[in-house]
Nanobody, 124 residues
Framework: QVQLEESGGGLVQAGGSLRLSCAAS????????MGWFRQAPGKEREIVAA????????YYAASVKGRFTISRDNAKNTVYLQMNSLKPEDTAVYYC?????????????????WGQGTQVTVSS
């Protein structure tokens, strides 16, 4: 089992920046791909970004490409999501996720583990 805990959410004005963090604990000795999803009110949960175990491969949703950056520090068992140029439509609960394996497959096969979520609100 892997436990995931997000932090860094909050309220920011449009055009601003936030950095989300996700600390993993439990069976972190295995290889895991990591990712971020989000769910806005009344909408389905969608993937935002994903990163492979080594960090050499990344995936971004078209809506965030060029504005968000995913990274990880395996020594700290932590994954980050740097969000720049935020827009009101980025408002959502952001969830950290993990999937076993060294590759990048979360966008197609979904995660094995979820965090509890952190609220991001972007005001216009």
């Amino acid at each position: 089992q892997v436990q995931l805990e997000e932090s860094g959410g909050g309220l920011v004005q449009a055009g601003g920046s936030l950095r989300l963090s996700c600390a993993a604990s439990g069976r972190t000795g295995s290889s895991y791909g990591m990712g971020w999803f989000r769910q806005a009110p009344g909408k389905e949960r969608e993937i935002v970004a994903a990163i492979s175990w080594s960090g050499s491969s990344t995936y971004y949703a078209a809506s965030v490409k060029g504005r968000f950056t995913i990274s990880r520090d395996n020594a700290k068992n932590t994954v980050y999501l740097q969000m720049n140029s935020l827009k009101p439509e980025d408002t959502a609960v952001y969830y950290c996720a993990a999937r076993g394996g060294s590759g990048l497959s979360m966008q197609s096969r979904g995660p094995d583990y979820w965090g509890q979520g952190t609220q991001v609100t972007v005001s216009s």
